[in-house]
T-cell receptor, first 113, second 117 residues
Framework: KQEVTQIPAALSVPEGENLVLNCSFT??????LQWFRQDPGKGLTSLLL?????REQTSGRLNASLDKSSGRSTLYIAASQPGDSATYLC????????????FGAGTQVVVTP | GAVVSQHPSWVICKSGTSVKIECRSL??????MFWYRQFPKQSLMLMAT?????????EQGVEKDKFLINHASLTLSTLTVTSAHPEDSSFYIC?????????????FGPGTRLTVL
């Protein structure tokens, strides 16, 4: 059974520092991996989607890497801002269960001014 | 980007009553929608897969008679929590993939907060 782990569970950094969020998964047979942002009491906002054949995706200050063979993905957020404070979730879609995502527990990020 | 809406955004009900939550894809057709549940400070857990025109597929441990799912059209899926109890209080989120999407990216609704008194 696929298990997704996110470390750390919580992270607090001063404004301007770079953020590094880690996601690991136990089964490398994935179709894709998606990073989401969730604000308190709100739904999910998709940040980046990485196909299994890709090694990274970039959008603005965000960069996500994927190493499928080692079961790892890292989300980098450059020059963090207080507005980046949220919970970040990663989710993998196994190849044997179409459409079903397996989510990690998330990393709660606080960026202090 | 693709937009998914949910209604209501929050609901409070008495124990024993039934509550219906709607999930709509606003600008695309979705043959498949997914329903998740999220307890406080926990991650999302998939409850069931909703397929247009057929019966939903439930994950292990999810009672199909308690969580009724109907996917009546390519843009609407409903989740009905029957005879709700306080332990059903949770944040319910749906997601949908565009039928013609080659990347199978999922788009999530804003969620529905259910509180059962």
């Amino acid at each position: 059974k696929q298990e997704v782990t996110q470390i750390p569970a919580a992270l607090s950094v001063p404004e301007g520092e770079n953020l590094v969020l880690n996601c690991s998964f136990t089964d490398s047979a994935i179709y894709n991996l998606q990073w989401f942002r969730q604000d308190p009491g709100k739904g999910l906002t998709s940040l980046l989607l990485i196909q299994s054949s890709q090694r990274e995706q970039t959008s603005g200050r965000l960069n996500a890497s994927l190493d499928k063979s080692s079961g790892r993905s890292t989300l980098y957020i450059a020059a963090s801002q207080p507005g980046d404070s949220a919970t970040y979730l990663c989710a993998v879609r196994p190849t044997d269960s179409w459409g079903k995502f397996q989510f990690g527990a998330g990393t709660q990020v606080v960026v202090t001014p | 980007g693709a937009v998914v809406s949910q209604h209501p955004s929050w609901v409070i009900c008495k124990s024993g009553t039934s509550v219906k939550i709607e999930c709509r894809s606003l600008d695309f057709q979705a043959t498949t929608m997914f329903w998740y549940r999220q307890f406080p400070k926990q991650s999302l857990m998939l409850m069931a897969t909703s397929n247009e025109g057929s019966k939903a597929t439930y994950e292990q441990g999810v009672e199909k008679d308690k969580f009724l799912i109907n996917h009546a059209s390519l843009t609407l899926s409903t989740l009905t929590v029957t005879s709700a109890h306080p332990e059903d209080s949770s944040f319910y989120i749906c997601s949908a993939s565009p039928a013609l999407s080659s990347y199978n990216e999922q788009f999530f609704g804003p969620g529905t907060r259910l509180t059962v008194l």
